[in-house]
């Protein structure tokens, strides 16, 4: 239980109904907002206060804050999906507090107790059900706390706010192919040992953002990152954790080791691999390898991973020297079984036996 007391001032005019559903119709990803926000207020001396759910609207800030100079700024992403009886549920989302508690210490930003994060995402998708799309879409819920002590100096700042917003989603890449082709940023990395590369911090996405579109510009969707050390290690794309699956049915995944998001997806999939007797390794994989065995047949599949892309196949590979496709260039069986296994949990259309599901109501 929380022991902040949240206020409620409930929307004196949400939106109608009508209008709602055209906005649900097709709501692409991240553009289409709930009608509500959690705000929870942090300052050295008092600690965390002043919990809110009010109506969602713009948040005037001072030009001096310190997050819009030093970017002192950590966020989260997890779903609320519609049940078939109409109730909400959440995938894991104690493991997103707990991130977010370890980005915030990274950053030299003060922890949110697990349970005022619990309660903040909850008390958000409770006031804000409605805005759960039905079939394949989910409410994405963005938690963030930012640096807003008004001092140009740099050092960690005295005051924070977090908040919650919410937004209608379908399907995070546009391209409906059924599979997304991947750039391979070879002049630009993300993180470096000893960086933020763990944390889940707006910096982090700031500086993917260049190499993100060069992808573009190359015609691929995400951009892949390799090591900032060597060059050579394959870590994972902009926004997701990435898996490949070998010809004797084995499959592998970067290691953690501080320049990687811990994903929460990845975490989950290892698991339900394992379940499933598939023989999977927390393993280095270069590039050169990559190419080498996506040649050779070795090679039979490889997807990224993410709250936003849940499983989405890798089906071409494109660097400055060519490029290369992985199996027929779609999406394979492994990967398939693997994106259903985990969805039919994350929607409550499979048994749940690790209690990953969190019933909102
Ligand atoms: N890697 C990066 C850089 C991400 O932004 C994300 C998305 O949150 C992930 C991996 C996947 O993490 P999760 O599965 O917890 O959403
Ligand atoms: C997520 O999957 O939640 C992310 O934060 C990644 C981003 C590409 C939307």
């Not at 993917?208 to 190359?218: G, K, N, P």
């Not at 499983?311 to 494109?318: E, M, S």
Request: aromatic share 10%.
């Amino acid at each position: 239980m929380s022991k902040l007391k949240f206020l409620r001032h409930p929307h004196p005019s949400p939106t109608p109904a009508d209008k709602r559903a055209a906005l649900l119709a097709n709501p692409g990803f991240g553009r289409v907002f709930s009608d509500h926000m959690v705000t929870i207020r942090y300052s050295e001396g008092k600690g965390w206060h002043d919990a809110r759910i009010e109506p969602r609207r713009p948040i005037e800030m001072d030009p001096a804050s310190a997050v819009l100079h030093y970017a002192q700024e950590v966020f989260e992403g997890l779903k609320a999906y519609k049940t078939a009886d109409g109730g909400a549920t959440m995938f894991r989302p104690r493991e997103n507090a707990r991130r977010f508690q370890q980005s915030a210490e990274r950053l030299a930003m003060p922890v949110l107790p697990e349970q005022d994060f619990l309660e903040a995402i909850d008390q958000l998708v409770g006031i804000d059900r409605d805005w759960i799309p039905d079939g394949d879409g989910s409410l994405y819920i963005r938690p963030f706390m930012f640096a807003n002590e008004v001092f140009l100096g740099v050092k960690p700042s005295s005051e924070y706010l977090f908040i919650v917003i919410a937004s209608s989603v379908g399907s995070y890449f546009k391209s409906g192919a059924d599979a997304v082709s991947v750039w391979v940023s070879q002049e630009y990395t993300r993180a470096a040992p000893g960086g933020t590369g763990a944390a889940k911090c707006g910096g982090n996405y700031a500086a993917s953002l260049f190499a993100q579109a060069e992808a573009t510009r190359h015609g691929c969707d995400q951009v892949v990152f390799l090591d900032a050390a060597e060059r050579k290690w394959v870590e994972e794309l902009g926004g997701m954790n990435v898996f490949f699956v070998f010809n004797d049915g084995s499959m592998s995944t970067p290691p953690l080791g501080g320049t990687i998001l811990p994903g929460i997806t990845r975490s989950s999939l290892l698991t339900l691999a394992k379940d499933k007797g598939i023989a999977v390794r927390e393993e280095r994989y270069s590039y050169d390898q990559w190419k080498t065995d996506a040649h050779s047949g070795k090679l039979r599949e490889a997807f990224a991973c993410g709250t936003a892309a849940v499983v989405t196949p890798i089906g071409t590979v494109r660097a400055p020297e060519g490029e290369f496709k992985i199996g027929n260039g779609g999406s394979g069986a492994r990967t398939e079984e693997l994106k259903t296994a985990l969805v039919d949990i994350q929607r409550s259309r499979a048994a749940d036996p690790h209690k990953w599901v969190h019933k909102v109501f």
